[in-house]
Every structure is written in C-alpha cells, then in structure tokens.
C-alpha cells in the first residue's frame, strides 16, 4: 500500500531532499546568458538546475491522487481541435491503492456506454484530462506515470496558455511531453516519444527523442512496458529555456520558441486526429503516481488566467471515484457482446467484419461466403458466455493484431474454446510479428482438443525485433471451433 498525501499549493519543503535537482551557486542567470545552454545540460545526462536558480517550495504543489480534490483540478469534458476525439469525466478514477486512473477508449470500442465528445459521439476515441484550479509559471515539473500502452491515444503532460492578440496570431504558450513517439521518423513507437514547446499556433520547437539516445542503458526498450516512468521539464524566463527529462535523464534542451505567458497544467490522454497512430484497441489505461510543479524564484513571466478551453465537469463526478485498479485486455471485444449493440447484424455485416478489433476473413481458396465460415453468432452452447460467441470452421479466418509489443514484454494468454470433432487439428496461434504483418518472427500454438468449452492459457514473451502481435485461428474441413471470453493482460 503506497502512502501519499494530497495538497493545493501547499509547502513541500519536505520533498526538496528528495528532489532529482540541485543548486549548486546562488547567482541568477542575466539576460545576456540567454539561449547559451550550460555544457551540464546536455541530452543524456542528469537533469540539473540552472546555477544560481532557487525553488519556491512554499508556492509549490504536489498531488499523490489519494482523492481526486475539487479544489484541486477542473475534470475535463468536451474537445479541442478538429477531427480529434474528446475526453469525458466518465473515464477518470481514482484506485484503492492511490492512483490516478484514466480511461481512454479506443476505435474497437463498442458498449456505447459512455457520452463522448468531438468527432465520435458513441463512446469511440475518448479519453480523460485534469486541468490545474491554478495558474502556473517557469518552474520544474514532474510526473510519475504509466503511459496507456496502445498507439492513437496520446499520453501527455503539459502546460497551456491561450491569449488572443489584436491583429496578430493568437499567443499559444504550451509546453507538451507526449507519446508515443514516431510521427516525425515515420514510424510510431512507444521507443520515442515528443517535447514540444509552443509560443503560437504555428511556431514550435518540437524534438522526437528515443530510449536507446536518451538512457543507452536503461533497462527497458519502450516507455509502455507497464512500469512507471518519471517525465517532466523545466521551464526558465531568463534565459528562455526549456530543459526536459525522462527517469533524471535530460531527453532535450530547447532555447527556442520558449513560452512566457502564464497557462494552467493539463495532464491526460485524449486522441489526436494523426501523429500517434491508429485506436485500434478497445479500452486501456493511463496511470499517475503523482504530479509535481514547483515555482523557480525571480523566473516571471506575464500573467494570465487561462482558463480551460474545455468544459468543466460536474462536481458530481469528484465524488465516488475510487476503484480497483483496472487492467487493460489487450484483446479488443474478446467476448463478442458488442455485435449485440448493432441494430441489425445483417445490414452492417460490413461493419462486423472490418471493425472492433476481430478480422473475419478467409482463405482465397474458400469459396462459402463469409458468414459461413466466419463470424460472431448468438450463443445457445455455451453456459459461461454472453449472448454472442464466434465460430471458425473450412477455411475461414479469425484474427487480432496487437500494436506496440517490444522485446521482454510478458502477457498472460486466455480463452474458451471447443471443436465439433477431433479428427482434424485446430490451432490457436500467436504469430510475434517485427516491421510488417508479413514480417513473423516467432510462431507458438495451442491446441484446441476438446469437444466441450474448455480454457486455455498460455504464458507469452515477446522476442527480440518484435513490433506487435496476433491472434489466430484458422478452420479445417468439416470441424467447427467456436471460441468466446479471449484475454491477454500484460503481467
């Protein structure tokens, strides 16, 4: 049980013993020193303070999620941007053990449980944001947190400030660490991941960094390997700069496009409309340890109430939030009820088959229609299913693909499964696949050997150049295997 203690601006001196920066001489940097990076800061090495630079820690502020405070943070409900997704107070908990918990759904998503915002309106591509009660200024700024581990959702921590300028192009003072990585080397990946600093809406200084340029011998490959990372930023008025890091490692150092308009701190994952790839997952969760943010003495800048861009929530959605932690199936829909939240099977067969995580499909050679040999039915067989199950049978395919699995990660395999007859073999395989789908760089399987539901499990390990994974099973003549309840949880 992890112990923290919640509080709105309040002194955290006690923290500063602990803290991943020092200062080691009591000047303060002049104007002329601006944009000449300090040869300490440099990527790859600890994170330090600016010489000379102090730390306010009777205005600073430190939130360990024990309760989610009002006084503390605006939920956020509604969207920015167009084409993006929204975010929603429906998918912000708090877990029994002292976590923040954030929700994001995904394109696979198919409850239509939830009120969403932006450009779905039936659950899809929804996330959950906080927004600070308070203004913040040049300081350090620091979260412990586990990224959601899937591609489409972006996992981020930032400033914002929004202010309209006469004539002139809005002043958009922000400041982004966000993942996955990948948009600007054209290929996404939780092994990167982006610092972005903003003074309008057009004018960025944005830098994609990796694990294997930033910690070289870090002990992990990818920043979604279910562990707690440690990502943050320092942000100084004078000289402007903004000095960035991941686990105490400086990751970039940016004199460029430095914001210096006071804003709020947002942190969340919501789903942009491009640069982190396809939601093609079902549900999944961010987790935050703790926020930290801590005001630099004589660091100002203009002040500034930038109020939320989005709609508060209700102050409803404070109370009650506390939850057993949650973990995400990295198997979308693997027990079939979402066909029942289709209106008509039959007239959306197109939609069945390309969507919501599961490919129906067949060999070339098979010449029954799809439905035949393929395909989500209602279940009349078996006792610990819903009210759908799938079947495979001749030469019909069912099939998921899992993004972002790297070398080491570890996964729990489950599902129910029986076959009309044992005298043809059906398999259940796990194909580790590494630049392509084409691309297999391991094959294991299970055998499906009974002709009442059965489970089956198996233990996986991604191995080395594995980029994501897939599930499937391929039919055999004249034997029917019905399948339902499919799982696979990170461990």
Known sequence: MKHHKTSTLLIISALASITLLSCSEEKTPSSSEENVVPTYLKVGEPIKLLDGIKEDFTNGFYDGFDTLEESNWVIGQGYWGEGNG??????????????????????????????????????????????????????????????????????????YGNRPVEGEENEN?????????????????????????????????????????????ADYVAYNDNQYHTFGFDWYSDPEMVVYFVDGVISNVSTTFVPMLEGRLWLGVWFPNGFTG???????????????????????????????????????????????????????????????????????????????????TKFISEKQDQK???????????????????????????????????????????????????????NATIKYLGNSVTDVIKKETIKIDSTSFKKYSLQLEAPVGCESIRFEISGAKGVTCYIDNISMFAK
């Not at 929700?103 to 969403?116: A, D, M, V």
């Not at 809406?201 to 910690?215: A, C, R």
């Open 173 to 217: 003072a922000e400041i982004d660490v966000e993942l996955p990585g990948g948009s600007k080397s054209g290929k996404i990946t939780f092994k990167k991941a982006l610092n972005t600093n903003w003074v309008s809406e057009k004018l960025s200084d944005s830098v994609e960094f990796s694990v294997d340029e930033v910690t070289p011998n």
């Open 278 to 360: 396809a939601s093609e997952f079902e549900e999944d969760y961010m987790f935050v340890d703790y926020v930290k943010y801590t005001p630099f003495i004589g660091q100002e800048v203009p002040s500034y109430n930038a109020l939320p861009s989005i709609n508060s929530a209700p102050t409803t959605y404070y109370k009650d939030r506390v939850r057993e932690e949650l973990k995400g199936n990295k198997i979308s829909n693997g027990d079939f009820e979402y066909v029942s939240k289709l209106d008509e099977i039959s007239s959306l067969f197109d939609e069945i088959v390309k969507s919501r995580g599961f490919e129906y």
């Open 86 to 159: 929204g975010v929603s107070p429906e998918n912000v908990f708090i877990t029994d053990d002292g976590q923040l918990m954030l929700r994001g759904l995904g394109s696979y998503y198919g409850k239509k449980e939830i009120t969403s915002y932006g450009a779905f309106k039936d659950g899809r591509k929804t996330g959950a944001c906080l927004i600070s009660k308070f203004g913040v200024k040049p300081g350090h700024y620091e979260i412990k947190m586990k990224v959601l581990p899937r591609q489409g959702a972006c996992t981020a921590f930032w400033t």
């Open 372 to 426: 035949d040999v393929c395909y989500p039915i209602k279940n009349t067989i078996h006792s610990n299913g819903g009210e759908y199950i799938a079947f495979v049978k001749d030469g019909g395919v069912l099939r998921q693909d899992i993004d972002s699995v790297y070398e080491g990660y570890k996964y729990e395999l489950g599902f129910d499964a029986m076959v009309t007859n044992l005298e043809k073999e059906v």
